[in-house]
């Protein structure tokens, strides 16, 4: 049986580009929940976890509207590109940057909490500037937030699928990832292929959990 890898390939790249960018954008997000002390924190961390409570079908649909070529986002974006975000790779990253972005925010929000405040405080009188007492003092005491969460929203990005097909719908090389390929699978009663993918995906998403929770249990978070 000639099995077709395109899938697998497409969805490493989604997953590593959605954590790349991720990292970029949940590392500011973080550290000003970690930081702030306004009530408007409740607000924001609502809004950032909303995609674990919210049906994916459904965040994939207004995803849809936002993206669609009338839609807020799409409509200046064909005025600039000539290209649409839906039913795009491009498309798909928004996507699952946003499906994903509290497995990426949260493990950084709690790693900057247990950083506490002691350890900035001690490198202002030294010289450093607040970017400076970050990226030397804060980053690197964070760094097993950051591993948990570009795993973790790796790991979670290869398993989407009413986000991937309500945004992305089901272009071979395009938006057809290993999710949308296990539906197809099975609506064309190709069993092996799909026991094959949804095989790798349990021991992928196992291994993960398994490095996850070793990684917490041999350093566990004091927030100070």
Known sequence: ???????????????????????????????????????????????????????????????????????????????MTDTTLTFSFFGLVIASVIYSLPFAVQPLH??????????????????????????????PMAARGYLTAAVLSFAHTLGEFGVVLMVGGNIPGETKVVSIAIFESVETLNYPA????SGGLLVFSF??????????????????
């Open 1 to 79: 049986m000639e099995f077709d890898f395109t899938p697998i390939w497409l969805t490493i790249k989604l997953a590593a580009t959605t954590v790349m960018v991720l990292m970029v954008l949940a590392t500011p997000l973080a550290w000003w929940m970690a930081r702030t002390r306004t009530r408007a924190v409740v607000l924001v961390e609502s809004i950032v976890a909303l995609p674990l409570v919210l049906p994916p079908t459904v965040l994939g649909f207004y995803l849809l509207v936002l993206l669609s070529p009338e839609g807020f986002i799409g409509a200046p974006w064909v005025l």
């Open 194 to 197: 799909a026991h094959w993918m």
């Open 207 to 224: 291994v993960v959990l398994v490095f996850v929770y070793a990684l917490n249990r041999q350093f566990p978070i004091k927030v100070s």
């Open 110 to 139: 709690a790693a900057f909490e247990a950083v506490g405040r002691d350890p900035l405080e001690a490198a202002y009188p030294l010289g450093a500037t607040p970017l400076d007492a970050f990226m030397s003092v804060a980053s």
